[in-house]
């Protein structure tokens, strides 16, 4: 069984930053690709950041030179960066991770969401 569990969500105003986390944990043997979405409601989800093992990462234009995404392998731990964050940053922000999980086929892993809400 694999869990992954965001936190750093909450309220800040517009120009304020936040640092979200999502931990893995479980039986986990590798970690391949991570990423961060947002979803407000009636909307489709939209992918904002993503990250490969090795530390390369690509950026929705939307989020560009404002959220940096990170990992630490050692710690099954991805991390999201949000500076001079806006009121249409608002939104429910989920973790993704490609997990190969011992015995297993590589599988994608969903957090349940922390919310971000940006005042003006």
């Known amino acids: 069984q694999v869990q992954l569990v965001e936190s750093g969500g909450g309220l800040v105003q517009a120009g304020g930053s936040l640092r979200l986390s999502c931990a893995a944990s479980?039986?986990?043997?590798?970690?391949?690709?991570m990423a961060w979405y947002r979803q407000t409601p009636g909307n489709q989800r939209e992918l904002v950041a993503t990250i490969k093992t090795g530390g390369s990462a690509n950026y929705a234009d939307s989020v560009k030179d404002r959220f940096t995404i990170s990992r630490d392998n050692a710690k099954n731990t991805v991390y999201l960066q949000m500076n001079s964050l806006k009121p249409e940053d608002t939104a429910v922000y989920s973790c993704?991770?490609?997990?190969?999980?011992?015995?297993?086929?590589?599988?994608?892993?969903w957090g349940k969401g922390t919310l971000v809400t940006v005042s003006s």
């Open positions: 479980g039986s986990i043997f590798k970690i391949n690709n």
């Open positions: 993704k991770a490609n997990i190969v999980v011992r015995w297993s086929s590589a599988t994608d892993y």
